[in-house]
């Protein structure tokens, strides 16, 4: 017994150079569902945002037949596919993300620009997968196999390599321009950052700090302090340049 299976776009990514942009004629057994033959070949379920077999939309708990016709599609984060069954639940518009512990340098410059990121340094698979499920977050990882995990309903696989390439990657492919926030976030721990009077941080500060700045911000959960140092200037262009190369295509 056997199904052909047929994957578009970015999903050629997870498949051998040899098998990309072909039909895959793969054998399957009773117990096997699509979502297992997808995950056979090499890609995450996350990653899977519509389903159809012979043509017609399908969940990933169908069981196939022999000679199905299996079509797998992208995630449509940016496109509303409307009244057609997706095998995800729909994509969440107010946006927060996990990292996992690869993605430290991704999870800062998102929280840079005003995104809701955790990353626990410590946490394992089964930590982050708990918490993307259970706090609604989409799970950010270079783990194939950390997105397989049955519990994880959002995620997205990292692709670029550097940072400042990887944050441009996610706000393109969720489409998070409208999100952008930029300095409302922590880049220790990604809680919000808000005023705060120079008087009940005095106590914190160091003597040049205290001489030379009066305006104040502090994270809500960690208790960090933020000032208009000269490192704010460094970041000002970081900002600029991540704004500017979502802006070319």
């Avoid at 639940?89 to 620009?113: C, Q, S, T």
């Avoid at 930590?127 to 270079?142: D, K, M």
């Avoid at 550097?162 to 969720?174: F, K, S, T």
Wanted: charge should be positive; aromatic fraction near 6%.
């Amino acid at each position: 017994m056997s199904v052909d299976i047929r994957v578009y776009a970015e999903l050629n990514d997870f498949l051998r150079p040899d098998e990309r942009y072909t039909v895959l004629r793969r054998p399957y057994r009773p117990h096997q569902t699509v979502k297992d033959l997808i995950e056979a070949a090499g890609i995450p379920h996350t990653e899977v945002d519509l389903l159809l077999v012979n043509g017609q939309p399908a969940d990933f708990g169908r069981h196939p037949r022999s000679g199905d016709r299996i079509s797998a599609y992208p995630v449509f984060e940016t496109l509303d596919i409307g009244p057609v069954t997706r095998v995800r639940p729909h994509p969440l518009r107010e946006p927060r993300f996990v990292a996992d512990v690869n993605l430290g340098g991704l999870a800062k410059l998102m929280r840079l620009m005003g995104l809701d990121v955790q990353c626990r340094r410590n946490a394992d698979d089964a930590e982050l997968a708990e918490v993307s499920a259970a706090e609604h977050r989409i799970l950010l990882t270079r783990d194939r196999g950390l997105l397989e995990r049955r519990n994880v309903t959002h995620g997205a696989y990292i692709r670029s390599d550097q940072p400042a390439d990887q944050v441009v990657e996610v706000i393109r492919r969720l489409d998070l321009v409208t999100h952008l926030a930029p300095f409302t976030r922590c880049l220790r721990c990604g809680g919000q950052i808000v005023d705060v009077a120079e008087a009940d941080v005095e106590d914190r500060l160091e003597p040049l700090t205290r001489r030379y700045y009066d305006t104040f911000r502090q994270c809500r959960d960690c208790g960090r302090i933020y000032w208009r140092g000269s490192h704010h200037a460094r970041l000002r262009a970081t900002v600029a340049k991540i704004r500017a190369a979502l802006e070319r295509r």
